[in-house]
């Protein structure tokens, strides 16, 4: 089964910035769209950015212009680039295949607070 570990997330005050990772085990990675997704405390988890095997991009617009995601296929390995970041940027942000599967697959995440 894939594992997806997250790391990179903190406390950071707004206006910082932060760059989260997300490793993949298995080998279906390069052929895979992938996403960030988040869950603010007593929130639904909510999508917030995709990339295509080929590197097309795509993002939710309340982090449009602030957040960059990318990937290394030779890595297995997908990035999300946090600016300007917001009080309500905070959450446990995580990342999965786009769509994720119908199993549940997601790994612990990683928490980013940002303070005002």
């Known amino acids: 089964q894939v594992q997806l570990v997250e790391s990179g997330g903190g406390l950071v005050q707004a206006g910082g910035s932060l760059r989260l990772s997300c490793a993949i085990s298995g080998n279906i990675f390069g052929l895979a769209a992938m996403g960030w997704y988040r869950q603010a405390p007593g929130k639904q988890r909510e999508w917030v950015a995709g990339?295509?095997?080929?590197?097309?991009?795509n993002y939710a617009d309340s982090v449009k212009g602030r957040f960059t995601i990318s990937r290394d296929n030779t890595k297995n390995t997908v990035y999300l680039q946090m600016n300007s970041l917001k009080p309500e940027d905070t959450a446990v942000y995580y990342c999965n295949f786009l769509p994720p599967p119908s199993y549940n697959n997601w790994g612990q995440g990683t928490q980013v607070t940002v303070s005002s």
């Open positions: 990339i295509t095997p080929a590197g097309s991009t």
